[in-house]
């Protein structure tokens, strides 16, 4: 035992079967161990972080969190298995679709969720660079054309008539 465990035990480890004791028995000493040092709430603590985990790097790292997690849960598997599918990256996701015959267990799953991305990182390791050489543009021309005369339309005549035609206009057709 070490650090703040230590730190408490120890102490009344020591005093045990003395007239000092506050703890007197093994079993009491247990029970107020587990008080000082154990979370009441492990379940929903455990629950709060397997729900918000996500797969940040490998698949790999990701499923063993989720498999530490996991072993303070009672959960089934299929509530597992969504739980698992819903943290995880959507390249392996959509890869998992595609698969015909879908994962019966969770242990299917991960097994296939990882292969998938082992394939999938090393297939990105593999490609070719991509070349950040810039693409030649075409040159515009920025001159303006001559004026040919034409005439700007009043904006208020084309509201009330879509098909106005200005005088000008008339006479040059």
Not at 32 to 40: G, M, N, S
Not at 68 to 79: P, V
Not at 110 to 117: E, L, Y
Request: net charge negative; glycine share 2%; aromatic share 8%.
């Amino acid at each position: 035992m070490e650090g703040a465990a230590s730190a408490w035990a120890l102490p009344h480890l020591a005093n045990i079967g003395t007239d000092k004791a506050t703890i007197k028995t093994v079993a009491e000493f247990n029970e107020a161990f587990e008080r000082a040092f154990f979370d009441p709430d492990e379940q929903q603590a455990v629950e709060r972080k397997i729900t918000s985990l996500i797969q940040t790097s490998t698949t790999a790292a990701y499923a063993t969190e989720f498999w530490t997690l996991l072993m303070s849960l009672d959960w089934n598997d299929a509530a597992l298995r969504a739980q698992f599918y819903k943290g995880l990256h959507w390249h392996v996701k959509q890869q998992l679709a595609q698969k015909e015959d879908q994962p019966r267990d969770l242990e299917a799953l991960i097994s296939a969720a990882i292969r998938i991305d082992n394939v999938r990182r090393e297939l990105e390791i593999s490609r070719p660079p991509r070349e950040n050489r810039p693409k030649p543009t075409a040159t515009i021309s920025t001159t303006r054309p001559a004026n040919t005369g034409t005439t700007r339309v009043d904006s208020d005549c084309l509201k009330a008539d879509p098909n106005y035609v200005s005088e000008t206009e008339r006479q040059r057709r």
